[in-house]
C-alpha cells in the first residue's frame, strides 16, 4: 500500500530513480571480477522491473506481448523466492541451482525470465536515450530502432513479425511524455529524471550482462 501510494504521488520514472538507487547499493560485483560471490537481490530487483513495466504501458498496445512476457518472468522469479525467501533472496542462487540441475536452457526456467526481464530493461533504456538525445525523433522510429538492437536479436520470427504489426499502434512522442509526467511536473524537470533514471540503468545492466555472461546465459534465444 504505501508503495502504491507514492506511485499515485510520482512517476513512475521519479520511483524507479528512487528504487534502483537503492538497488545499485545492494548488487555485487560492481566490477567484473569476482561472481562467484555475485548478488542480485531478489524482490528489490522485481519491484525496478515493475516500474519499468509501468513506462512501456505508456507505449500502448504495441508493447502487450512484451508486457505479459514481463509479468510472466516476474511471477516466475517471484514463485520461487516465495517457496523459500531465504535461500532466493539473490536471483544469483536460483541461475546456479538451475545451471547445476542442467535446467538453466529447457522450459520456463528462472534463469531465462531472468535474462529476458534484463532484455527488456535493455530495451526500456535504449527507447529513453533515444528520446532524450533526439526529442522530435517519431516515437515509432525510435520504438523500432530500440527493439532492433535489443530484442530483435534474441527473438523469432513469430515474435519479430508480430512487434512490426504493433509498431502501426505507437503514440506519438509527445503523447507518451505526456503520460510519463506525474501530477503538476514540468516537462523539463521529466526530461531531467529521464537522463537521472538512464545514468542509473546503464551501470547497472552493464553489472547484470557480467553475470549472465559468466554463467553463459547471455546468448539465449527465445524458442
Not at 545492494?26 to 513495466?53: E, G, M, Q, R
Not at 517457496?83 to 538453466?104: F, Q, T, W
Amino acid at each position: 500500500m504505501k508503495r502504491r501510494r507514492e506511485m499515485e504521488k510520482g512517476s513512475e520514472i521519479r520511483c524507479a530513480i528512487e528504487e534502483l538507487s537503492m538497488l545499485i547499493k545492494l548488487i555485487k560485483p560492481k566490477d567484473n571480477l569476482d561472481h562467484d560471490s555475485a548478488y542480485v537481490p531478489t524482490k528489490p530487483f522485481l519491484h525496478v522491473c515493475n516500474l519499468l513495466l509501468q513506462v512501456l504501458d505508456k507505449i500502448g498496445p504495441t508493447m502487450l506481448v512484451l508486457r505479459q512476457d514481463i509479468h510472466q518472468n516476474i511471477q516466475r522469479l517471484e514463485m520461487l523466492c516465495e517457496c523459500d525467501p531465504g535461500v532466493y533472496s539473490n536471483v544469483v542462487v536460483m541461475l546456479k541451482k538451475e545451471i547445476g540441475e542442467g535446467n538453466a536452457r529447457k522450459g520456463p526456467s528462472c534463469s531465462k525470465a531472468f535474462v529476458w526481464l534484463t532484455r527488456s530493461m535493455d530495451f526500456t533504456v535504449a527507447l529513453l536515450e533515444r528520446l532524450s538525445k533526439d526529442p522530435g525523433q517519431k516515437m515509432e522510429e525510435a520504438v523500432e530502432d530500440s527493439y532492433n538492437v535489443t530484442l530483435k536479436p534474441w527473438h523469432g520470427w513469430i515474435s519479430s513479425a508480430a512487434f512490426k504489426v504493433a509498431l502501426k499502434l505507437v503514440p506519438d512522442n509527445v503523447t507518451f511524455m505526456h503520460f510519463l509526467l506525474a501530477k503538476d511536473e514540468a516537462y523539463d524537470t521529466l526530461k531531467e529524471e529521464i537522463r537521472t533514471l538512464i545514468s542509473l540503468l546503464v551501470p547497472f545492466l552493464e553489472a547484470i550482462h557480467s553475470i549472465l555472461r559468466s554463467y553463459g546465459l547471455d546468448t539465449l534465444k527465445s524458442t
